[in-house]
């Protein structure tokens, strides 16, 4: 069992420098590129859920948006039946 958590990890960690690589050229930190296809997997989904999905808190989850609503790769939107929700 722990040769297999040993690979396991090697894998991850690869595919993570893989992962900043590539995106690298589009200014996208570590874990961003995450966040990103979790979004376009669930079109208009909500911060809360997002946070959620990749088992980060809230906070951590916000300033992720952010940045990348900084850099123009997300747009929120108010939820046209609860002014309340931003999607």
Sequence with gaps: MKDILREIGMIARALD??????????????GQYLYLV??????????????EMIKVDRTTAARAIKKLEMKGFIERRDDEYNKKIKK
């Design 17 to 30: 420098s893989i992962s900043n690589i590539e995106f690298k050229e589009h200014d996208l930190t570590k």
């Design 38 to 51: 979790r979004i376009c997997e669930n079109p208009g989904i909500i911060q809360e859920k997002l946070a």
